[in-house]
């Protein structure tokens, strides 16, 4: 018998009834280590309802106490960093470092969430007409859900519901069915810090519990990280039952290499950005776009990358871990295939790589290519594996020219010594995070994180003044207080008099 991971609902950790289950798996050993009940849709329907109830108190609760439990679990995540990152590590396969970066970049919006009296205040203009007042405040919504992939099971989920409940949302959680277990380990850590039990709630499963909760009338607003088909098709089925969706998609991220760049730099922060996770982050660099001479650099960035090993995650030479499932193995197997056999420069290849005592593991080894043209399906697609393409431009303007063709918008990066030339890619390039000298910019939770085209659909992004703007609704209030000056009649107009 497997642990069963339990859901929280009406604030009591159980196990669902279900009798559908799906295997939690170590995709480094093969074994399941949990299997997940998928709630049942009176489960589901019982946790909505009993969020809607909880909100009724928690949004009257004062917004300095809110900020004030927002703060001791900020303090409980940082207590037990490692303890999470472990969780993480056995369910995703990810490297201990990498794990615990996964766990740091969610503590960082918790730090910010606890900010949110400022971040809730609104706007004010005195004498907006004669003895009239203009103010405004943001209110919360209601209910809001969170649907999460399985590639950052601490980080995403803590872009949602930290910043939703502060601003005095209740929340549903939607974690990844991948890997469960580091979100539920969230959930009781937040109850720990002594949040009311109703505010948050936890179901489990995949399709059927996401349409469940997609089209309930009681959930306001819906934020979803995910692939770009699975993000269309909630998007639009979200909007058509009238919610406020957001949807952070898959991608397609370059990063130009200019000649004058500094050459070892770039081959560093190459590597990791390319192969690091297996390359299984939406801001992993999956395609570099070597300009004019910098192309030489090229059979040297393969060598270097060639060395990042894959391993086990307390292995503390590996330089990545295995791939999530095995069916993302094949995927990723089949793509890198149809590289070599669509006329790309095989430099590295990493299909073969085994690891003799964990033959059930997904491994993939790291893969460059090199040749790379747009019509290529391992361009077209996101691989979301550690293979690192290389295509090679004439000039900046070409080389933005193929970026800005590209369907996806997440994150982009100029390698570069040239203030001019930076300055010309920032502002010409179509994707929503750029990075100059830094190959993954992620922004930092004051600011929003900023896809574009495919990569995003909905108008606020998560985190930051934006997310605060999505989780609530904003209420103006015109005022005037009489005195003793005599009455002059009807206004008949729209004017303020
Ligand atoms: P996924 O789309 O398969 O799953 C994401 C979530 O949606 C899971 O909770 C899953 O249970 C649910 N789901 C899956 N199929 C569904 C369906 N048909 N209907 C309703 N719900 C469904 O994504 P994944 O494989 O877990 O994650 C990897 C993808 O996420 C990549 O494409 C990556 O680029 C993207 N991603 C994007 C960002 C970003 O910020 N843009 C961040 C991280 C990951």
Same mark, same amino acid.
């Given at each position: 018998?497997h642990?069963?991971?339990?859901?929280?609902?009406?604030g009591?950790?159980t &196990?669902?009834?279900s009798?559908r289950r799906?295997p939690?798996?170590?995709p480094?050993?093969g074994?399941?280590?949990?299997e /997940?009940?998928?709630s049942?849709s009176e489960?589901v329907?019982?946790?909505?309802?009993s969020?809607?109830?909880?909100f009724l108190s928690?949004?009257?609760?004062?917004?300095?106490?809110r900020a004030?439990?927002?703060?001791r679990?900020?303090?409980l995540?940082?207590?037990?960093h490692?303890?999470i990152?472990?969780?993480l590590?056995?369910?995703?396969?990810? &490297?201990f470092?990498?794990?615990?970066?996964?766990?740091?970049?969610?503590?960082e &919006?918790?730090?910010?969430?606890?900010n949110?009296?400022?971040?809730?205040m609104g706007e004010?203009?005195?004498n907006?007409?004669r003895?009239i007042?203009?103010?405004?405040? /943001?209110?919360p919504?209601?209910?809001c859900?969170?649907?999460?992939?399985f590639n950052?099971p601490?980080m995403?989920p803590l872009?949602?519901?930290p910043?939703a409940i502060?601003?005095?949302n209740?929340?549903?959680?939607?974690?990844?069915e991948q890997?469960?277990?580091?979100?539920?380990r969230?959930a009781?850590?937040?109850?720990?810090a002594?949040f009311?039990? !109703?505010v948050l709630?936890?179901v !489990?499963?995949?399709?059927?519990?996401?349409d469940?909760i997609l089209t309930?009338p009681d959930?306001r607003?819906?934020s979803f990280v995910?692939s770009a088909h699975?993000?269309?098709h909630?998007?639009k089925t979200?909007?058509?039952h009238?919610?406020?969706?957001?949807?952070?998609?898959?991608?397609k991220?370059h990063?130009? &290499?200019m000649?004058?760049?500094?050459?070892?730099q @770039?081959?560093n922060?190459?590597v990791g950005?390319s /192969?690091?996770a297996?390359?299984?982050r939406?801001?992993?660099?999956?395609?570099?776009?070597f300009?004019g001479?910098a192309?030489?650099?090229?059979?040297e960035v393969?060598a270097?990358v060639a060395?990042a090993?894959?391993g086990l995650?307390n292995?503390?030479?590996?330089?990545?871990?295995p791939?999530?499932n095995?069916?993302?193995r094949k995927r990723?197997?089949?793509?890198?295939d149809?590289?070599?056999?669509s006329g790309?420069?095989?430099l590295?290849?990493?299909s073969?790589?085994?690891?003799?005592?964990y033959p059930?593991?997904?491994?993939v080894?790291?893969?460059v290519?090199?040749k /790379?043209?747009?019509?290529?399906e391992?361009y077209k697609?996101?691989i979301?594996g550690? @293979?690192l393409?290389t295509?090679?431009?004439?000039?900046?303007e070409?080389?933005?020219?193929t970026?800005?063709a590209?369907?996806?918008g997440n994150?982009t990066?100029i390698?570069?010594?040239?203030?001019?030339?930076?300055?010309?890619?920032q502002?010409?390039?179509e994707v929503?995070q750029?990075?100059?000298n830094?190959?993954?910019?992620?922004?930092?939770?004051f600011?929003s994180?900023t896809g574009?085209?495919?990569s995003?659909y909905?108008?606020?992004h998560?985190?930051?003044?934006?997310?605060?703007r999505f989780?609530?609704?904003?209420?103006t209030?015109?005022?005037?207080?009489f005195g003793?000056?005599?009455?002059?009649?009807?206004?008949?107009?729209?004017n303020?008099k």
């Open positions: 018998m642990q069963s991971v339990p859901h929280l609902i009406n009591e950790f &196990v669902s009834q009798k799906i939690v798996t170590n480094a050993t074994l399941v280590i949990a /997940v009940p998928c049942t489960e329907e019982t946790a909505i309802a969020a809607k109830k909880a928690w949004k009257e609760t004062p917004v300095s106490d004030r439990l927002m703060l679990y900020q303090q995540l940082k207590e037990n490692d303890e990152a472990e969780i590590s056995q369910e995703t396969g990810k &490297v470092a990498d794990a615990k970066g996964d766990v740091w970049r969610g503590i &919006v918790v730090e910010h969430a606890c949110i009296a400022s971040l809730m004010t203009a005195e907006v007409a003895d007042d203009t103010y405004s405040f /943001v209110q919504l209601g209910v859900a969170g649907i999460t992939p950052f601490a995403i872009w949602m519901f910043l502060a601003c005095g209740t929340f549903i959680l939607k974690p990844s890997d469960p277990l580091t979100p539920v969230l009781e850590l937040f109850l720990e002594g009311p039990k !109703h709630q936890v !489990h499963g995949d399709r059927e519990q996401v469940q309930h959930i607003a819906i995910g699975v993000g269309q909630i998007y979200g909007t058509d009238l919610k406020r969706v957001q949807c952070m998609t898959g991608a991220n990063m130009v &290499v000649p004058d760049a500094n050459k070892q @770039v081959i922060h190459l950005a /192969v690091g297996a390359g299984q939406c801001m992993a660099i999956s395609v570099a776009v300009v001479a192309k030489e650099w090229i059979p393969a270097k060395e090993k894959p995650w292995d503390e030479d590996a330089g990545f871990g791939l999530i095995p069916a993302a990723v197997l089949q793509l890198i149809s590289g070599k056999k790309a420069n095989c590295v290849d990493g073969d790589f085994t690891m003799p005592e059930n593991g997904n491994w080894g790291p893969t290519f090199s /790379v043209t747009p019509e290529m391992i697609e996101e979301f550690p @293979v393409l295509m090679e431009s004439d000039s900046l070409d080389a933005i020219q970026i800005n590209n369907p996806f994150g990066s390698f570069t010594a040239s203030g001019g030339a930076a300055r010309y890619f502002h010409h390039i929503g750029v990075g100059i830094v190959p993954i910019p992620v922004p930092l939770p600011f994180f574009w085209k495919n995003f909905g108008d606020q998560p985190y930051g003044k934006q997310a605060v989780y609530t609704e904003t209420k209030i015109t005022a005037r207080w003793n000056d005599a009455a002059s009649g009807p206004n008949m107009t729209i303020l």
